[in-house]
């Protein structure tokens, strides 16, 4: 698959931490609506995880979702490097720029990407970052990822 990769928009989140609402990503009971972290297999269901990585030592955490989009056991251990190499190029590339900006800037992102699952075919995702920042210094970044193969297709 060789598209040209959209890269969206961005936002300040300036001294803040910012939850996700993913009410809008859901069409399933409102108790889900309210609050979709507490609900994990509902938004894995619909091709949707959430991620976070610790900056001070780039340790990932990701629920079931994220897993199954790059094909991986649900315990397997995750080394970021390694993570970032399933990113086909230019997908990689755009988005170890952003990330940069991201930190540097204290800036969110969107970014439809190209990965590369470890049991299967390439798919698109959507990678939505936000920063979490004490004072001024980003210590985080959060989102989600989400399955958009079929807007490729």
């Known amino acids: 698959m060789s598209h040209a990769l959209p890269l969206t928009h961005s936002w300040p989140l300036f001294e803040q931490h910012q939850r996700f609402d993913l009410g809008c ?55 970021r490097d390694e ?15 952003l990330r940069a900006y991201a930190i540097k800037h204290r800036r969110g992102f969107t970014l439809d990407a190209e990965i590369m699952p470890v049991n299967g075919p390439s798919k698109w995702m959507r990678l939505i970052a936000a920063p979490v920042c004490v004072g001024r210094q980003v210590v985080r970044l959060h989102g989600i990822k989400q399955d958009v193969s079929a807007v490729y297709d």
Do not use: K, Q
């Open 83 to 97: 993570i970032a190499a399933l990113y086909a190029e230019p997908s990689r590339s755009a988005m170890e720029r």
């Open 25 to 79: 990503l859901l069409d399933g009971p409102s108790e889900a609506l309210v609050a979709p972290a507490r609900h994990p297999e509902l938004l894995a269901a619909r091709g949707i995880g959430l991620w976070e990585c610790d900056l001070s030592d780039n340790a990932l955490s990701w629920t079931d979702g994220v897993f199954d989009l790059f094909g991986l056991p649900h315990d397997a251990a995750l080394a």
